[in-house]
């Protein structure tokens, strides 16, 4: 049976084939996966700025952090240096409470020509209701006194006074020589005179009535400060040579009578200079006193010996950080927010002022950015290449890979290791880039630390004291030409009583010549304070010891002494090290005789002969080792170790710090422009046998 055809006119609709269907469900794919890619890209690219965003915080919130520890630190050193004043100032009241306790007043006035030194040094000067010290032979030995009325036929009261501020020349001395930042020390007495140092002649600065006037004297009488205590002046101005003076007062008293008031005037100058050394990069720190005025700023007091007159807070900050004007409205204790400002205030425990640090949130947040920046652009930038690139691009070959690729860049970023993925091979690159960088990142700063660790462990096993002895003196310094470095230095009192000193220089530089050195220092103080020894035996052990399982061959040249301090007699061997240079008291200088010895570690069984001198009383030795000598000049040229009693000659032998600051000071000099090469030690021991104090004339 045949079935019947329809005509044409009575065809059906063409039903879509498997094809178009696919196409058509190919079409709905790729629109669904174009917007699920369009919206995870989206917040990939927003997740992944959210945590850059969060990281900044972070960032800021460290930077905060350590801005604190680090104005917490520059509090302290202006709080030593307030102390140190207020130490200096104590120590002057108590010398002269000493004389009144200890001397017996002098009831007749014609006794003056036998009275001390300094004191018959004083003139009545010719056509002046004055006297003074105008005529004093050592002026720098004690200031000058100037006073009102005739030195002769005073009360008995008056001369015990003029007796008791001549004693204190010594320690007006010691203020000028240990206080830098004090520019002027004085007694004004009620019997209206007064002893200023430095010395200057009187027809420049000398006692006036007006003295008493001046607010620190105010502060300081009885009326005013019935308990004694020092008092801080308000700043004041001390001329163009001096700037802006901040005074402290100490009064004296002779039992219950007022006699007078110590005075020392602080410089502003000397206080902008340390407050300049403050290392953080952003933000001022100033320092300002009760009543608001500002004593110390980078700014408002760049040239402070021309500031005549000091200026509020108000002028120093936006008014916005202090609405009241009044520092004390920011809390103590850490970091406040004010005035769109992070605010930090310390009050001094030993002066009435207060160390104020100031940053604007937009200027912290440009430092986190600067920071940022960068590797925030180029990690957006690669994001959003990758985002378009596979926008481009279809199926498993390119959206597996960079996906990832981000979960790769993610765990590396977090330092979590991870092996590579099977990638397409023209994806290998990008994730061994990626590996390569952070690991490399990670290894670097791993290095760093341990560098940092190994300084500081370094640093901690020197001494970090000085001896204070009454017959000598000892001070040294050390600067490592890499983070860490191969000299050391020990010194170390025997059992005997006698001085152990040691300077050394490994061969080498940088973590061995560091590691070494700390075993060679361990070695010496070890073996020395083991048991008494002759200084030779002591290094023929020291060294035998360092033979042993000394594969690297290194080896350090030392210079190791015993010192007496009560006869100084110096005994001492030397190991192949730079001989030391003895500067006698008139500038003079001489080198120790060689020992013959050579380094240690370098050949076991080796015999160490030791020598011994006899210092004169003011002797000073220098030990230093060949980074002084070999330190080189731009035009190539060594310091060379003739280069050292030029130093000296002709001039009083300085103090041990002073002469190590002036060898350091000349290398410097001499090696400007060009970079350290090696370590630098130097080190001064000085015998300055201890004397009575003389009984005072009367």
């Known amino acids: 049976m045949t079935l019947p055809v329809p005509p044409a006119s009575e065809k059906a609709t063409p039903v879509p084939t ?61 709080q030593s240096m307030a102390r140190s004043a207020i130490d200096q100032v104590e120590a002057i009241r108590i010398s002269a409470a000493s004389f009144y306790g200890t001397t017996v007043p002098i009831d ?84 209206g005179f007064a002893h200023q140092y430095p010395w200057s002649e009187s027809a420049s600065d000398r006692f006036s009535r007006g003295m008493f006037d001046e607010p620190i004297w105010t502060l300081g009488a009885p009326d005013s400060n019935p308990q004694r205590r020092k008092v801080w002046g308000s700043v004041q101005y001390g001329g163009p040579a001096r700037g802006m003076l901040v005074p402290i007062g100490a009064p004296v008293y002779d039992g219950d009578s007022f006699r007078g008031l110590i005075t020392l005037n602080l410089s502003m ?39 005549s007159r000091t200026q509020h807070v108000a002028s120093a900050m936006p008014a916005a950080i202090f609405p009241t004007g009044r520092v004390q409205d920011i809390a103590t204790g850490g970091m406040q927010s004010s005035g769109g400002h992070h605010v930090m205030r310390i009050e001094l425990i030993h002066a009435p002022w207060q160390v104020v640090y100031a940053v604007s949130h937009w200027t912290l947040w440009k430092q986190v950015l600067r920071d940022f920046a960068p ?36 765990a590396e970023s977090q330092f979590k290791s991870r092996p590579i993925p099977q990638v397409p091979k023209a994806w290998m690159p990008w ?35 000085w001896p204070t002895h009454p017959d000598f003196s000892l001070w040294g310094a050390m600067r490592p030409a890499k983070e860490v470095g191969g000299d050391f ?22 973590m061995p010549a560091a590691l ?77 005789p060689l020992t013959g010895g050579i380094a240690l570690g370098v050949m076991d069984e080796m015999p160490y002969e030791q020598a011994q001198i006899q210092l004169a009383e003011g002797d000073l030795v220098l030990l230093f080792t060949d980074g002084v000598t070999e330190a080189y000049s731009a035009q190539g040229l060594e310091f060379t170790d003739t280069a050292l009693p030029p130093l000296f000659a002709h001039q009083p032998a300085p103090e041990v710090r002073a002469a190590v600051e002036r060898v350091i000071r000349a290398v410097d000099e001499h090696s400007l422009g060009v970079a350290q090469f090696d370590d630098i030690t130097c080190l001064a021991l000085r015998w300055q046998p201890a004397k009575p104090g003389a009984a005072p004339d009367v």
């Open 18 to 78: 498997g094809e178009s269907r696919a196409r058509v469900r190919s079409a709905e794919f790729f629109r669904h996966y174009n917007r699920l890619l369009s919206g995870t890209g989206l917040l990939v690219f927003l997740l992944t700025a959210g945590f850059l965003a969060y990281q900044m915080v972070l960032k800021r919130n460290q930077e905060l952090r350590a801005i604190e520890v680090q104005v917490e630190r520059h509090a302290q050193f202006i």
């Open 108 to 191: 007749r006035p014609d006794l003056f020509p036998a009275r001390s030194a300094l004191f018959r040094q004083l003139r009545n000067i010719p056509g002046q209701d004055r006297f003074s010290l105008d005529g004093l032979q050592q002026r720098d030995s004690s200031g000058n006194l100037t006073g009102e009325g005739s030195i002769y036929g005073r009360t008995a009261r008056f001369y015990r006074d003029i007796e008791m501020a001549l004693t204190l020349a010594d320690d007006f001395q010691a203020v000028g020589l240990s206080l830098p930042s004090a520019t002027e020390v004085r007694f004004i007495s009620v019997e």
């Open 269 to 307: 100058d000397y206080l902008n200079r340390i407050n300049d050394q403050f290392t953080v990069e952003s933000g001022t720190a100033f320092v300002v006193d009760q009543q608001g005025q500002v004593l110390a700023h980078p700014v408002l007091y760049q040239d402070a010996l021309q500031v």
């Open 375 to 410: 590797a925030t652009l180029a990690m957006l930038f690669a994001l959003a290449v990758i985002i378009v690139g596979t926008f481009r691009l279809v199926g498993r070959d390119f959206i597996s890979p960079a996906g990832q690729l981000v979960r790769h860049i993610a």
């Open 431 to 465: 994730f061994e880039a990626v590996s390569k960088a952070f690991r490399e990142s990670f290894q670097l700063a791993g290095i760093r630390q341990e560098l940092d660790i190994a300084a500081k462990m370094q640093q901690s096993i020197l001494p970090r004291t």
């Open 489 to 510: 230095y020990d010194h170390f009192m025997l059992s005997d009583g006698r001085l152990g000193l040691v300077v050394a220089d490994v061969s080498g530089k940088g």
């Open 516 to 592: 070494f050195s700390m075993v060679s220092k361990t070695l010496i103080r070890a073996t020395a304070l083991d048991r008494l020894r002759m200084p030779s035996d002591t290094i023929a052990v020291v060294n035998d010891q360092l033979c042993v399982d000394n594969d690297t061959c290194m080896f350090v040249t030392t210079f190791y002494l015993e010192f007496d301090p009560r006869t100084g007699r110096l005994v001492y061997v030397n190991a192949g090290h730079p001989p030391p240079l003895v500067i006698r008291p008139d500038g003079s200088s001489s080198p120790l």
